[in-house]
Structure formats: structure tokens, C-alpha cells
């Protein structure tokens, strides 16, 4: 199940294609520029939350064969 952090990543992804998008059609530099910066950026906060459920669920499977 994805986190808090997987989640906003993917939308700030999606939110920077719109703003990519929009930035190219109407030839405003800056839009596209803050798109892919903000794409970046989302891509960034997804791979952070990914690494912490990853480790969140290797601390679960630690503690599920403790107490076996």
C-alpha cells in the first residue's frame, strides 16, 4: 500500500506534466521549467516514501519471525 509521500509524489509528478504541457503550448519557458522541476521533484518524494515503507516492512517481517 503506498504512503503519504508515494501519494504526493505522483501527484506532484502529474502536476508538473499539466504545468510542462501548458508551459510548451503556450511557449512560457518559465510554466514548462517549473514542470519539470516540479516532476523532479515528485519523483523525488515517491522514491523517498518508497524507501520508507520498504523499511518499514522489513522491520515488520524482523518482528513477525521474533515472535516465532
Given at each position: 500500500?503506498?504512503?503519504r509521500?508515494?501519494?504526493?509524489?505522483?501527484f506532484?509528478?502529474?502536476q508538473?506534466k499539466?504545468?510542462?504541457?501548458?508551459g510548451?503550448?503556450?511557449?512560457d519557458?518559465?510554466?514548462r521549467d517549473?514542470?519539470?522541476?516540479?516532476?523532479?521533484e515528485g519523483?523525488?518524494?515517491?522514491g523517498?516514501?518508497?524507501v520508507?515503507?520498504?523499511?518499514?516492512?522489513?522491520i515488520?517481517?524482523?518482528?513477525?519471525?521474533?515472535?516465532?
Amino acid at each position: 500500500v503506498m504512503n503519504r509521500d508515494e501519494i504526493k509524489g505522483k501527484f506532484e509528478q502529474a502536476q508538473g506534466k499539466v504545468k510542462e504541457g501548458v508551459g510548451r503550448a503556450t511557449a512560457d519557458e518559465r510554466l514548462r521549467d517549473e514542470g519539470v522541476a516540479d516532476q523532479a521533484e515528485g519523483e523525488a518524494r515517491e522514491g523517498y516514501g518508497q524507501v520508507k515503507r520498504n523499511i518499514g516492512e522489513a522491520i515488520e517481517e524482523v518482528g513477525e519471525r521474533i515472535k516465532r
